[in-house]
């Protein structure tokens, strides 16, 4: 899933659960649920990729969307219920780390992050039924907007 769909999914949690360590479990585990739905965005990194192909287009992808999630926290935040800025920041943070786990392993090749990289691509594999990036679109929109009925 996109980040904007993990960070949606963070208020959820964050407006359900005030406790930041709590939030920031829960959070993580909801980023890992989430990345097992079929979702069409495992065509970012494919094996014939060069290193420097599959950086280029996770950076332009994490930046746009970044963006996008950091508009829709900041609209949240101001229209939005009162929630603790513990819990948020807490559920935000277990939600998008491993996504920035992923991206520092893609960035330094780390050896000690290679398990946790496998382990989180298999996820993304995991169902068996890749889509297409239209049909990914439409399931994460489905997803973001099942999220945003909650969150509101």
């Not at 899933?1 to 930041?20: D, E």
């Not at 900041?74 to 780390?97: D, N």
């Amino acid at each position: 899933m996109y980040i904007t769909v993990h960070g949606t999914a963070a208020l959820v949690i964050a407006r359900a659960v005030p406790n930041p360590f709590l939030a920031f479990v829960l959070a993580l585990v909801s980023h890992f649920i989430l990345d097992f739905i079929p979702h069409g965005d495992e065509h970012l990194i494919q094996k014939h990729f060069t290193r420097g192909q599959t950086l280029r287009r996770l950076v332009g992808v994490a930046m746009l969307d970044g963006l996008i999630m950091v508009g829709f926290l900041a609209l949240w935040l101001w229209v939005g219920p009162a929630v603790p800025r513990g819990a948020v920041a807490a559920s935000l943070t277990g939600s998008l780390l491993p996504d920035v786990l992923q991206g520092l392993y893609l960035v330094t090749e780390w050896k000690w992050l290679k398990p946790f990289q496998r382990f989180h691509l298999g996820l993304h594999n995991a169902s068996g039924h890749p889509l297409t990036w239209h049909q990914g679109m439409l399931v994460q929109c489905m997803v973001l907007t099942a999220l945003w009925l909650l969150v509101i």
